[in-house]
T-cell receptor, first 114, second 113 residues
Framework: NAGVTQTPKFQVLKTGQSMTLQCAQD?????MYWYRQDPGMGLRLIYY???????DKGEVPNGYNVSRLNKREFSLRLESAAPSQTSVYFC?????????????FGPGTRLTVT | KQEVTQIPAALSVPEGENLVLNCSFT??????LQWFRQDPGKGLTSLLL?????REQTSGRLNASLDKSSGRSTLYIAASQPGDSATYLC????????????FGRGTSLIVHP
């Protein structure tokens, strides 16, 4: 039982390059989330998927796209990376229905855009 | 919109102290409150989750309480150890909405020998 896995762990991009961050969970959760974490800003929700086949914008969606490939996998794509997207990106998953709306996090991807 | 505040932002204590970390939230219609630990360069690890029908949860030296009427949750760490040094975050899920957690910015704890 691996929980939530993310690839890659580290990435350096040049401005304008594109890349996709991968996330997978093996806990049979319906909901999956993408966050970014920046010093002094806390965790900010980029996109989430409440269930397979649906995606919704979070607090900071600009510059990102997502795909819920199946129930297990939720990817985040940067089409044209900018230095402002330098951050640590976390994927999380959790149940869609209560009573416990808890989240489980992956280890993160540390992205630097130069 | 739910807002979650954690005070203090940083805390340094000597080993062995009992300590309390605070988490305040604005929407008393909270469904559950989850406490996490984050070590430097790592992801978030879930410590405890308290449902709205519960007053507290315990795991080892950790005890988390929830008081919806005052909009507060506390994480009590007994007999602190240097290995407890980490950032502790709380996240509240408000009922009646999308059930997406709102996170506080965390309390950075250092326990020195």
């Amino acid at each position: 039982n691996a929980g939530v896995t993310q690839t890659p762990k580290f990435q350096v991009l040049k401005t304008g390059q594109s890349m996709t961050l991968q996330c997978a969970q093996d806990m049979n959760h319906n909901s999956m989330y993408w966050y970014r974490q920046d010093p002094g800003m806390g965790l900010r929700l980029i996109y989430y998927s409440a269930s397979e086949g649906t995606t919704d914008k979070g607090e900071v969606p600009n510059g990102y796209n997502v795909s819920r490939l199946n129930k297990r996998e939720f990817s985040l794509r940067l089409e044209s990376a900018a230095p402002s997207q330098t951050s640590v990106y976390f994927c999380a998953s959790g149940p869609r229905t209560g009573p416990r709306y808890e989240q489980y996090f992956g280890p993160g991807t540390r992205l630097t855009v130069t | 919109k739910q807002e979650v505040t954690q005070i203090p932002a940083a805390l340094s204590v000597p080993e062995g102290e009992n300590l309390v970390l605070n988490c305040s939230f604005t929407d008393s219609a909270i469904y559950n409150l989850q406490w996490f630990r984050q070590d430097p360069g790592k992801g978030l690890t879930s410590l405890l989750l308290i449902q709205s029908s519960q007053r507290e949860q315990t795991s080892g030296r950790l005890n988390a309480s929830l008081d919806k009427s005052s909009g507060r949750s506390t994480l009590y760490i007994a007999a602190s150890q240097p290995g407890d040094s980490a950032t502790y975050l709380c996240a509240g899920v408000a009922s009646g909405g999308s059930y997406i957690p709102t996170f506080g910015r965390g309390t950075s704890l250092i326990v020195h020998p």
